[in-house]
């Protein structure tokens, strides 16, 4: 059970992302050893603000948003910095050769009701020598260097790939390191098993009525076989469901808010899990398109997001696609 600066180094990752990797895992061990302390920390309830999104933020949301900011800020390696509590990127050193983007409490409608959340980070590189700015963030999925998540949950997980397979430490609290508990992480290519939002089903597109009618009709039906579902309200258990044991994960856009192309976020939601799931062997599109092959047009675009299962991801898009 190698802790995860050895394991990095051991797989030739470069220093400063270890370093860099390293302050996140930091960051989240803070961030978890408040979840844990709960209403002794003076962590739950709402902030009273409202983040660029139109969300009320909870206080956790923005305690995360502040520890992981200082910290990424503190380390030297980080260029500049995206938030989903941010409405502007933040710059850090100049000399840095990163640019991170994170969620830093997602599902945080949790946060109350003593149940999982986490937080995801994306990281790209920073162009050398060039001023940042919002469009240095705008680089499609497929170039990021590094992108995960850790989930507090009964353990608190991270959830790692460097572009070479996806890989799963656990924190184990005696000695406050993340160890690598899972160095193979694969997503069966079939499953029976879907994640989605019941409750907006009427304000879903027809293929996604179709598919999910289709799902719902079990062995009787066109897909002959019964499926089950689950819904954690948050992302981060949802997806690492799929990576533990299968299924497909389905956000997709609803008429509650035509004008926006989904809830989740590109940057710091779906370009970091795509990224996992592609990495474990899974999909992730779009109703159209992969989605780590999106040109981002801002930092706090939206998208719908259909990941998982391979050929369930696939049999997901073809339903839009037929349509
Ligand atoms: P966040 O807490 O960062 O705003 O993200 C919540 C997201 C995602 O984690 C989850 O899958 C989804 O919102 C839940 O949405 P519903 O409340 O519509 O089910
Ligand atoms: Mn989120
Ligand atoms: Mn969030």
Not at 41 to 53: K, T
Not at 307 to 323: F, I, K, M, P, R
Request: aromatic content about 8%; overall charge negative.
């Amino acid at each position: 059970m190698q802790p995860l600066r050895q394991y990095l180094a051991t797989n030739n990752i470069e220093p400063s992302l270890i370093t860099l990797i390293d302050v996140l895992a930091i960051a989240c061990k803070d961030i978890a050893f408040r979840l844990q302390q709960g209403a002794m920390s003076g962590i739950l309830g709402s902030a009273g603000e409202e983040n660029v999104q139109g969300e009320t933020q909870k206080k956790l949301d923005v305690i995360s948003n502040d520890l992981l900011k200082n910290y990424l800020l503190a380390s030297g390696v980080v260029k500049a910095l995206a938030s989903e509590e941010e409405e502007t990127i933040v710059s850090g050193n100049e000399a840095g050769s990163y640019l991170v983007c994170f969620d830093p409490l997602d599902g945080s409608s949790n946060i109350d009701i003593n149940s999982m959340v986490g937080t995801i980070f994306s990281i790209f590189s920073a162009a050398e020598g060039s001023a940042v700015n919002e469009k240095s963030f705008l680089q499609p999925g497929r170039q990021q260097l590094a992108a995960g998540y850790v989930l507090y949950g009964p353990s608190v997980m991270l959830v790692l790939t460097t572009g070479d397979g996806v890989q799963m430490y656990t924190l184990d609290q005696r000695i406050g390191e993340f160890v690598l508990t899972n160095d193979h992480v694969v997503i069966p290519e079939e499953t029976k098993e879907f994640a989605v939002n019941m409750s907006n089903q009427r304000f879903w597109a027809e293929p996604k009525q179709r598919y999910v009618e289709d799902l719902l009709a079990g062995s009787e039906g066109p897909r002959a076989k019964n499926f089950n579902m689950r819904w954690m309200a948050a992302m981060v258990a949802d997806v690492h469901r799929i990576l533990c044991r299968g299924g497909i994960f389905t956000y997709p856009w609803d008429s509650r808010d035509p004008d926006k192309a989904g809830k989740l976020r590109l940057m710091y939601e779906a370009n970091p899990m795509g990224f996992l799931v592609e990495q474990a062997g899974g999909k992730a599109y779009t109703d159209k398109m992969p989605i780590l092959d999106i040109e981002p047009e801002h930092i706090h675009q939206r998208v719908p997001v259909f990941l998982g299962a391979a050929n369930e991801v696939t049999t997901c898009v073809e339903y839009h696609q037929s349509s």
